[in-house]
């Protein structure tokens, strides 16, 4: 039978035909690499640009936001998980890349700017984003990825220059907190400087408590961003109990504002808010 590896992200699955990757989303079909989930649109809703959320992009604009399913982590805290955590069975709408450009250009009058990839991992649908933002940039449209950064370099450097905003969860500045939902800390850092070479970045922590709440990870983790740029925006979000992960409470406003206190000492823009 003929294996393929998948080239997207680190886990490199090799695939046998007929099999699936651990994103859920990316098969290999008669011995190549195919997005299962591609123009399978699960949610679609014009957003706030703010909701994504990016403050410094934009402010008071809306952005067409759309998503599918599969992620290539496992966070057992996922908001999104009914979507995120699916495969192809999920219940879906069939959008082709010119459609959903002019969806989005009907919606300019409502004060659109584009489209943002969101709700599950946009990148395990990297065709259909790239076609998408293909499309897009002949007329003029934004395009915004809301993304773990789980990405290999290759694949990450094609698509950057279509590509306006971004908001990459850095999920946690602990490697072993990487390795329990599945993936690196060195990959997310990698994305991060890479993007925020090319286009606008605002990152995204969400403070569970137990688990990345240290302040001296805060510390070392907006150090580290600052070295990059001490423009780009970090939210520092607040944790509610969900999906598998309902054995704490949500974050501690007091230990919430602290921390965005401690990133503020080397960030020029910090936000605190709800996940």
């Known amino acids: 039978m003929s294996t393929v590896t998948c080239e997207i992200c680190p886990h490199s699955c090799k695939l046998k035909i007929g099999q699936t990757g651990l994103c859920r989303a990316r098969s290999n079909i008669d011995g190549s690499i195919i997005a299962d989930n591609y123009g399978r649109i699960t949610a679609m809703a014009l957003d706030p640009i703010e909701k994504k959320p990016l403050r410094r992009f934009h402010p008071g604009s809306y952005i067409l936001s759309v998503g599918s399913f599969g992620c290539n982590l496992t966070c057992s805290f996922c908001q999104n998980h009914h979507i995120s955590m699916s495969d192809f069975h ?18 300019q009058k409502d004060g659109n700017i584009g489209i943002a990839f969101t709700y599950n991992e946009p990148l395990v649908g990297y065709e259909y984003v790239r076609d998408c933002a293909i499309v897009a940039k002949q007329f003029g449209q934004k395009i915004v990825l809301v993304t773990n950064g789980y990405i290999n370099v290759a694949p990450l450097l094609a698509l950057l220059p279509y590509v306006h905003a971004m908001n990459i969860d850095l999920k946690a500045f602990n490697d072993d907190f990487y390795k329990t939902i599945g993936g690196d800390l060195q990959t997310v850092k990698r994305t991060i400087a890479l993007s925020a070479a090319a286009c606008h970045v605002e990152v995204t922590t969400l403070i569970i408590p137990g688990e990345n709440d240290s302040e001296q990870q805060m510390r070392d983790m907006a150090a580290w961003l ?27 406003l007091k230990s919430l504002f602290k921390l965005a206190a401690i990133a503020r000492e080397h960030l020029q823009y910090v936000y605190e808010g709800n996940c």
């Open 90 to 107: 999920a219940k879906t709408v069939l959008v082709s890349p010119e459609e959903l450009v002019r969806r989005s250009a009907a919606a």
């Open 226 to 252: 600052a070295d990059i740029d001490p423009q780009i925006p970090l939210h520092v979000a607040r944790f509610f109990p969900q999906y598998n992960m309902t054995d704490r409470p949500p974050t501690n």
